[in-house]
């Protein structure tokens, strides 16, 4: 029974550090925004915003993309029933390229992020 869980313990630990080193160094690197803002996330070659919820202060409302040259609003989404523990993604591809600025907006702040997409 010892060495049936010591196998099972040994496979455990080499999936999860097997696991966490293709999160950090594999194709799709995924890293937290400027200045270590670990409620946006992102993903650089694939132009793919990860919004981090369980971070926000309070429940998210909706989020706005807006062009940040203008302000203009260019995709609002509804988030008022998408739970508070999620991980949101938002791919800015179909925006082409240029400067914009992700809002989430909360009942008790707004927090934004600026995304270049190239």
């Known amino acids: 029974m010892k060495k049936y869980l010591i196998v099972c313990w040994a496979l ?25 803002d670990w409620v946006f996330h992102y993903n650089q070659e694939l132009v793919v915003v990860y919004i981090d919820f369980s971070r926000l202060e309070g429940e ?32 800015m591809q179909p925006f082409g390229k240029g400067t914009f600025s992700v809002e989430v907006v909360t009942y008790k702040s707004v927090t934004r992020h600026t995304v270049e997409v190239h």
């Open 60 to 91: 998210a409302m909706y989020l706005d993309v807006r062009n940040a040259s203008d302000s203009s609003l260019v995709q609002r989404d509804e988030l008022i029933q998408i739970p508070p523990n999620v991980l949101y993604e938002l791919d």
């Open 12 to 36: 455990f630990a080499a999936i999860s550090t097997w696991a966490q080193t293709v999160a950090q160094n594999g194709n799709g690197t995924v890293a937290p925004a400027a200045g270590g």
